[in-house]
């Protein structure tokens, strides 16, 4: 059990040092922001939704418009979870290309997870990010942790996803 733990936090600190050296300085010149939400999604709860996209109505109201098309068409609602997609997170800035709420507890936590993320003991690559290149990852890993056999494959059902399992 505590040998997983120092697995799991390991990859995970792996994978942040990998997040900031490779992929976040190529958000700047990124040609397909993922905040421009084309291709993410995002992912909220009622509560995060409200201050996030500046609502002023109540949820069964705000529910209500989401059914009879009056709400706004770039968010859906399925069971109790919201989901963005389609129009540019209000919390982007476009012109700096940057989030304004980079490091703050308002940012979903999917933001954060996008593109490399741990899913168990397995690492997610989402080639939805330019910036994503598996090889390179499945180097760096290789090289960080010596001695270790990873095994690299596509999801079949959601081919922009790359696995790499230890
Ligand atoms: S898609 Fe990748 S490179 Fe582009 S802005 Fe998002 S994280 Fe940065
Ligand atoms: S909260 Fe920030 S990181 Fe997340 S989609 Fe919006 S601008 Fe991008």
């Known amino acids: 059990m505590k040998k997983r733990f120092t697995q ?3 990859l995970q ?4 040092r990998y997040q900031a050296q490779v992929i976040i300085p190529h958000c700047r010149r990124c ?5 421009n939400l084309t291709e993410v ?3 909220f709860d009622w509560r995060r939704l409200v201050p996030f996209y500046q609502i002023d109505l109540g949820q069964h109201a705000f529910d209500r418009s989401l059914r009879d098309g009056s709400g706004p068409a770039h968010i859906r609602k399925q069971d109790d979870r919201y989901y963005a997609h389609g129009s540019p997170c209000p919390a982007y800035n476009s012109s700096q290309r940057r989030c304004n709420y980079y490091q703050s507890s308002a940012k979903p936590s999917n933001c954060s997870d996008f593109p ?3 899913d ?5 690559a989402d080639k939805r990010c330019e910036a994503v290149n598996e090889t390179d ?7 960080i942790f010596t001695g270790r056999r990873f095994n690299m ?3 079949r059902q959601l081919p922009q996803l790359v696995y790499i399992d230890m």
């Open 120 to 124: 168990g003991l397995s690492i997610v």
């Open 116 to 118: 490399i993320y741990l």
């Open 137 to 143: 990852l499945l180097d760096t890993l290789t090289r």
């Open 31 to 35: 040609l397909k922001p993922c905040c």
């Open 153 to 155: 494959h596509t999801n």
């Open 13 to 16: 600190n792996t994978l942040s």
């Open 8 to 10: 799991t936090k390991s």
């Open 41 to 43: 999604v995002l992912d």
